[in-house]
């Protein structure tokens, strides 16, 4: 069975430009988190969705900040515009229920220069 | 306010040594969730375990072991005749039930650990 899937793998981008992350939960689950990891902050969750519906956005950490969940098996993270100081790991996590075991894509290294 | 706190930074062993991780945690919740996953140098995040807090039974999986105890807010890992191919940080983390206040999860700083050979 496919993992969570996250695309791209890897972002290179200039200050001021939009960014947007975007992920594949795994088939049945119903939960979906995105988290931020960076050396100084460690892993941030930063928004979690259940049944597609955003349950607590109290860690994206500006209005520069976006997710979307328009169906079960896609979700996007967007920063608009972004700043060197969101260069970051960003990892997006699958569960059933928010309570279930997450299962972590492999990350979006995001450069911003 | 949970929290989750993996005092060892760094850890370094040589190969063939038993290595315990520490993990203490906060947390006003009577149901509660705790795992641990790692993290190898390619950069992703595997899951090892998840205890909740009505199960206080240690658990051993080949080399692996987990010693859950609520009394000292403890959920600390132990690898037995450590290999090269443990090295890795290893995230200690927080999942409470929600409820009328929201529900939290929280990831501990991380231990890093390098098995010489």
């Known amino acids: 069975d496919a993992g969570v899937i996250q695309s791209p793998r890897h972002e290179v981008t200039e200050m001021g430009q939009e960014v947007t992350l975007r992920c594949k939960p795994i088939s049945g689950h119903n939960s979906l988190f995105w988290y931020r990891q960076t050396m100084m902050r460690g892993l941030e969750l930063l928004i979690y969705?259940?049944?597609?519906?955003?349950?607590?956005d109290s860690g994206m950490p500006e209005d520069r900040f976006s997710a979307k969940m328009p169906n079960a098996s896609f979700s996007t993270l967007k920063i608009q515009p972004s700043e060197p100081r969101d260069s970051a790991v960003y990892f997006c996590a699958s569960s059933f229920g928010t309570v279930g075991t997450q299962y972590f894509g492999p990350g979006t290294r995001l450069l911003v220069l | 306010a949970q929290k989750v706190t993996q005092a060892q930074t760094e850890i370094s062993v040589v190969e063939k040594e038993d290595v315990t991780l520490d993990c203490v945690y906060e947390t006003r919740d009577t149901t509660y969730y705790l795992f641990w996953y790692k993290q190898p140098p390619s950069g992703e995040l595997v899951f090892l375990i998840r205890?909740?807090?009505?199960?206080?039974q240690n658990e051993i999986s080949g080399r692996y072991s987990w010693n859950f105890q609520k009394s000292t807010s403890s959920f600390n890992f132990t690898i037995t005749a450590s290999q090269v191919v443990d090295s890795a940080v290893y995230f200690c983390?927080?999942?409470?039930?929600?409820?009328?206040?929201?529900?939290?999860?929280?990831f501990g700083p991380g231990t890093r650990l390098s098995v010489l050979p």
């Open positions: 983390a927080l999942s409470e039930e929600p409820n009328n206040y929201g529900q939290n999860f929280v």
């Open positions: 205890r909740n807090s009505f199960d206080e």
């Open positions: 969705f259940n049944n597609n519906v955003p349950i607590d």
